[in-house]
């Protein structure tokens, strides 16, 4: 089954974090990134952009809205992503902890939804 973990940190951090601090959590990213797609894990994983540089759309009584920014103002923000497989939610959760940032951060997991037969 294929599970969503969606990366959560407080995005500011990284402004005020030492370069070598930050050099070495981003070599931790890389490990682990070989590590998953070793195993057979990983599907895909990106960072994104600061949540500064995103674009909301809604759409309202048929009218569609632009905002620039995320879509909720919270304390941490989605920076990033990896969609795997794995056998169960143990399985998948087993993973997440092994991500960097949750040790800063949050990793929320998440199924991903199969339609059809």
């Not at 959760?93 to 991500?99: D, F, K, L, N």
Request: some cysteine.
């Amino acid at each position: 089954m294929k599970y969503l973990c969606l990366i959560y940190e407080d995005e500011k951090i990284w402004d005020t974090m030492p370069q070598d601090q930050a050099g070495a959590i981003l070599g931790e990213y890389q490990v682990f990134t070989a590590g998953v797609a070793k195993s057979g894990q990983l599907i895909v994983g990106e960072a994104l952009q600061p949540s500064s540089t995103a674009t909301t759309i809604r759409v309202r009584n048929g009218r569609p809205t632009m905002s620039h920014g995320p879509a909720v103002d919270t304390r941490e923000q989605l920076g990033g992503f990896y969609l795997v497989e794995a056998t169960s939610l143990d399985d998948a959760v087993e993973v997440a902890s092994r991500i960097p940032s949750v040790r800063h951060g949050a990793i929320e997991v998440r199924p991903i939804m199969t339609f059809g037969p």
